[in-house]
């Protein structure tokens, strides 16, 4: 008998947390890092909300509540998605949960059997990959490709559908490609839904990043058009669009209120309740006009860090850089510079093992990290099936305009340094996992 259950083996990660031991190294080093991997917003809360959060505890709503989230956040978030959606949605149908990551793992135990099949983006948030594996789901990655500017049509999807197709996960804005799917792009996704799949799938939409949209672009939801909203399972949240990541505020709308309560006995038997204070600063994102105001602020810096670093990536020899419309980060393709570097040679003539654990573009950021300061992450950070040969990094620009220029200057140095690399791989190969 082991002392681990074989389960465990199939749980990924989100190397976004995991490269903090590496960021910390460096600066045990003594170099200053600069964090292009986060995914948290570089602004804080709101005053107006964390006063709300503050008055509340001083008030004395401290204990337990509702573990399927306090009645005024459920109607809040009710009205949230009925005005943006354009759904009738009452609170029978909402779960808080401790941010929008739990849901996740939440819908495929919930709606999935071994060896259903579940389909999600690849280049995607990794939970989702890790949790399709964990339940023991057959993986079915939606490859999205950087000539198709990370978009995909009804028909790509089409191709990926079986009998046995159980879930299907939608994500837009996209994290990690920035790409947004357009309303006739999610009409015509929805039109093959109804065609080809059985009443009894789920349409997993992560709408986390609904507020972080540029070029003046309106959310667009699966969940607004004909025969959805029995389907999908929204889920999002206060973490981006608020700035809130460590507040811990998600929630998901369910199709019925049966299956909401499912969602509330996970709540129950994982973490009982997600804290009353925190909930009612919750209602007051949705509610107080100050809220807008601030995410309107956000979003419009967001872009305008947007509209610098994409040409000055694309500037930067063998970086080919996409504009993403929405969430806060841009993947560049850097197989060029891979290349410019001698990465791919480089990754040929690993041991086997150390080979099969990295990637070319894996090794790039090491390099970045440990030679130049500059934190990033690579493709096979947002899903590992099928992402041999990708050659992409992401970075996120929630950090602030000069650590941005001085983050791409960085960058551009790094990439004139075939010397600095190979040196770097003679000397470093414990990191090269
Ligand atoms: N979904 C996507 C696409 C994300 O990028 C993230 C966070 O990075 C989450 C879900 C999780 O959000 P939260 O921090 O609210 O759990």
Redesign the pocket.
């Known amino acids: 008998m082991a002392l681990i259950a074989r389960r465990m083996s199939r749980l990924g990660t989100?190397n976004?947390f995991k490269l903090g031991d590496d960021i910390q190294r460096c600066v045990d080093r003594g170099m200053d890092v600069i964090r292009f991997n986060l995914?948290?917003p570089d602004f804080r809360s709101a005053p107006h909300l964390n006063r709300v959060a503050s008055e509340a505890l001083d008030a004395g709503r401290s204990g337990y509540c509702d573990p399927a989230g306090i009645l005024p956040f459920r109607q809040a978030i009710a009205a949230h998605v009925t005005r943006t959606r354009g759904t009738e949605v009452g609170p029978d149908r909402v779960v808080v949960t401790?941010?929008?990551?739990?849901p996740?793992g939440y819908t495929l135990q919930t709606y999935v059997d071994d060896g259903d099949e579940a389909i999600y983006p690849s280049p995607?948030?990794p939970?989702y990959e890790s949790w399709v594996r964990f339940v023991g789901a057959v993986p079915v990655p939606l490859h999205l490709s950087d000539e198709r500017d990370f978009a995909f049509t009804a028909d790509d999807l089409a191709a990926l559908i079986t009998e046995r197709t159980k879930v299907i996960i939608l994500?837009s804005p996209?994290?990690p490609t920035g790409g947004v799917l357009s309303r006739a792009g999610l009409a015509g996704i929805a039109e093959l839904i109804r065609e080809r799949c059985r009443p009894d799938i789920r349409i997993y939409s992560?709408e986390?990043?609904e507020q972080i949209l540029f070029d003046g672009l309106v959310h667009e939801s699966i969940v607004s058009h004909p025969g959805m909203e029995e389907r999908t399972v929204v889920?999002s949240?206060?973490?981006?669009g608020f700035a809130m990541?460590g507040w811990?505020?998600?929630w998901a709308v369910l199709p019925t209120a049966e299956e909401a309560a499912i969602f509330k006995r996970i709540n129950i038997n994982i973490m009982s309740c997600v804290p009353p204070f925190l909930q009612e600063a919750g209602v007051a994102a949705y509610e107080d006009p100050a809220s807008a105001v601030e995410v309107r602020r956000m979003v419009g810096e967001f872009e305008k860090r947007r509209d610098w670093i994409v040409p000055a990536l694309n500037a930067l020899p063998g970086v080919h850089c996409r504009t993403p419309r929405g969430?806060f980060y841009v993947f560049p393709d850097v197989s060029g510079m891979c290349e410019r570097l001698g990465v791919h040679r480089a990754h040929a003539t690993l041991p086997a093992g150390a080979r099969s654990r990295t990637s070319p573009a894996g090794m790039l950021q090491m390099f970045l990290l440990y030679r130049y300061g500059v934190a990033t992450m690579d493709r096979a950070s947002f899903g590992r099936i099928g992402a041999e040969g990708q050659d992409f990094l992401r970075l996120s620009i929630a950090n602030s305009m000069d650590d941005i220029r001085r983050g791409v200057a960085r960058i551009g140095e790094a990439a004139g340094d075939a010397e600095g690399f190979a040196r770097f791989i003679a000397e470093e190969a414990a990191i090269l996992r």
């Open positions: 989100e976004a995914g948290a401790p941010g929008a990551k739990p996740i995607g948030f939970i994500c996209s994290n992560d986390i990043y889920a949240g206060h973490s981006k990541t811990r505020l998600g969430a």
